[in-house]
């Protein structure tokens, strides 16, 4: 079973919300789409070996908000259920299980969201990389020894020469992968920020 500190959706969807805390603090008269959730499959609720129904993610954007609540479809008293949580609360996030989400499937689900909201693309690039440096200590080095100055320097390592700005969707889904690592990397090592064993908001 993989440590709840290693899921992807632990490691990507805080620092989203710690990403738009910044962006809707520097422009508060954004324009908001509306409530809608991205929805991901996490297995299935079996009785005697039979599918009964499934068990499903549900992110959900609300008023400039994350949340985040699992749900089985077939039985409300199902461990997997879940009460709202908040998606920037990474400790809370850690209790759900994520094991039989698609790792593919989440990062192009987080990017539907993002483009959704039709945000201005180079200063949610910027809030990314931002929120990155403040929630960990920096320099940071991973476990494998390699140190990085900040998020940039860890973001533009490697990168896919295919990928550039001008393909928005792709751009930003790299993006949230090398996010979501770099949350992690500092996760193994004690590097990321936390009070009280939950983020700060902003």
Same mark, same amino acid.
């Given at each position: 079973m993989?440590d709840?500190?290693?899921h992807?959706?632990v490691n990507?969807?805080?620092?989203?919300q710690?990403?738009?805390d910044l962006?809707?603090?520097?422009?508060p008269?954004? =324009?908001?789409?509306?409530?809608?959730?991205?929805?991901?499959?996490?297995?299935?609720?079996?009785e005697?070996?039979r599918k009964k129904?499934?068990?499903?993610?549900? $992110?959900?954007?609300?008023?400039?908000?994350?949340f +985040?609540?699992?749900?089985?479809?077939h039985?409300?008293?199902?461990e997997f %259920?879940?009460?709202?949580?908040s998606g920037r609360?990474r400790?809370s996030?850690?209790t759900l299980?994520w094991e039989? $989400?698609?790792?593919?499937t989440?990062?192009?689900g987080?990017?539907?969201l993002?483009v959704?909201?039709?945000?201005?693309f180079?200063?949610l690039?910027?809030?990314?990389n931002t929120?990155?440096?403040?929630?960990?200590e920096?320099?940071?080095?991973?476990?494998?020894g =390699?140190?990085f100055?900040k998020?940039?320097d860890?973001r533009r %390592?490697?990168?896919?020469e295919?990928?550039?700005?001008?393909?928005?969707?792709?751009f930003?889904?790299?993006?949230?992968?090398? +996010?979501?690592?770099w949350?992690?990397?500092?996760? +193994? $090592?004690?590097?990321l920020k936390? +009070?009280?064993g939950k983020?700060?908001?902003g």
């Amino acid at each position: 079973m993989t440590d709840p500190d290693e899921h992807y959706g632990v490691n990507t969807i805080p620092p989203m919300q710690w990403a738009l805390d910044l962006y809707f603090k520097k422009r508060p008269k954004s =324009k908001d789409p509306g409530a809608f959730d991205i929805i991901f499959k996490a297995g299935e609720h079996k009785e005697r070996m039979r599918k009964k129904g499934d068990h499903e993610i549900f $992110v959900t954007y609300s008023n400039r908000e994350l949340f +985040v609540r699992a749900r089985c479809s077939h039985d409300k008293e199902c461990e997997f %259920n879940s009460e709202r949580l908040s998606g920037r609360d990474r400790e809370s996030l850690k209790t759900l299980d994520w094991e039989l $989400v698609n790792d593919r499937t989440l990062f192009i689900g987080m990017r539907k969201l993002l483009v959704r909201l039709n945000l201005d693309f180079l200063i949610l690039i910027r809030a990314l990389n931002t929120m990155c440096d403040r929630r960990v200590e920096i320099p940071l080095t991973t476990k494998w020894g =390699k140190t990085f100055q900040k998020f940039d320097d860890y973001r533009r %390592n490697r990168w896919p020469e295919d990928v550039i700005p001008d393909d928005k969707p792709r751009f930003i889904e790299e993006v949230l992968v090398r +996010v979501c690592f770099w949350i992690m990397s500092a996760s +193994v $090592v004690g590097a990321l920020k936390e +009070v009280g064993g939950k983020e700060k908001k902003g």
